[in-house]
């Protein structure tokens, strides 16, 4: 990361690295809302590793349009480079039948970093919640909370197809 600090700050003139408002509530759910919609769904549905691969590239991807503007020269370019280990991380949790590890670890990894950037006032963070950030919060926990929901209705019924599966072939 540093190396790709040094890179992006050498290559884009006048970078400055972009900082949205975030509140823990946000941060926290985004780790159920991402590993579920780039990961968990696609691996469940589509059971293709390639497939969850490639929605992971994705979801990577997304993280550099973490900013309030589509200028090249405000770009996240540094969150991107922090995420691509993630990207791996998480493909090999749920192709592990592990996604609520992911889950927990991507809402911990989130919070741990959202307190410490806090802490240290390298990102902007929202500690009085407004009308508007109070109805986008609870629009994250819901949205979450459906997701988990969805997410363990896909993971029951794969589990007992493949209980199936190896029943049928004990009797053939």
Same mark, same amino acid.
């Given at each position: 990361?540093?190396?790709?600090?040094?890179?992006?700050?050498?290559?884009?003139? $006048?970078? $400055?690295?972009?900082s949205i408002p975030l509140s823990i509530i946000s941060v926290v759910s985004a780790g159920p809302i991402e590993?579920?919609?780039?990961?968990?769904?696609?691996?469940?549905?589509?059971?293709?590793?390639?497939?969850?691969?490639?929605?992971?590239?994705?979801?990577?991807?997304?993280?550099?349009?973490?900013?309030?503007?589509? $200028?090249?020269?405000?770009?996240?370019?540094?969150?991107?480079?922090?995420?691509?280990?993630?990207?791996?991380?998480?493909?090999?949790?749920?192709?592990?039948?592990?996604?609520?590890?992911? #889950?927990?670890?991507?809402?911990?990894?989130?919070?741990?970093?959202?307190?410490?950037? /806090?802490?240290?006032?390298?990102?902007? /963070?929202?500690?009085?919640?407004?009308?508007?950030?109070?109805?986008?919060? #609870?629009?994250?926990?819901?949205?979450?909370?459906?997701?988990?929901?969805? #997410?363990?209705?896909?993971?029951?019924?794969?589990?007992?197809?493949?209980? $199936?599966?190896?029943?049928?072939?004990?009797?053939?």
């Amino acid at each position: 990361m540093f190396i790709g600090t040094f890179i992006i700050e050498n290559v884009v003139p $006048e970078y $400055e690295e972009p900082s949205i408002p975030l509140s823990i509530i946000s941060v926290v759910s985004a780790g159920p809302i991402e590993e579920i919609l780039f990961f968990g769904i696609p691996f469940y549905v589509l059971g293709n590793h390639l497939v969850v691969l490639a929605t992971g590239l994705v979801w990577v991807m997304l993280h550099i349009l973490n900013t309030n503007t589509l $200028e090249i020269s405000s770009l996240a370019y540094l969150n991107w480079l922090f995420v691509i280990p993630s990207l791996f991380f998480s493909l090999r949790t749920w192709i592990s039948g592990k996604g609520w590890f992911a #889950i927990v670890t991507h809402s911990a990894w989130n919070a741990i970093f959202f307190t410490l950037g /806090c802490l240290a006032g390298e990102i902007s /963070c929202v500690l009085d919640l407004d009308g508007d950030d109070v109805a986008a919060s #609870i629009n994250s926990l819901v949205i979450s909370a459906i997701l988990i929901g969805f #997410i363990y209705i896909l993971y029951k019924r794969k589990a007992s197809s493949r209980r $199936e599966k190896q029943r049928r072939e004990f009797f053939v």
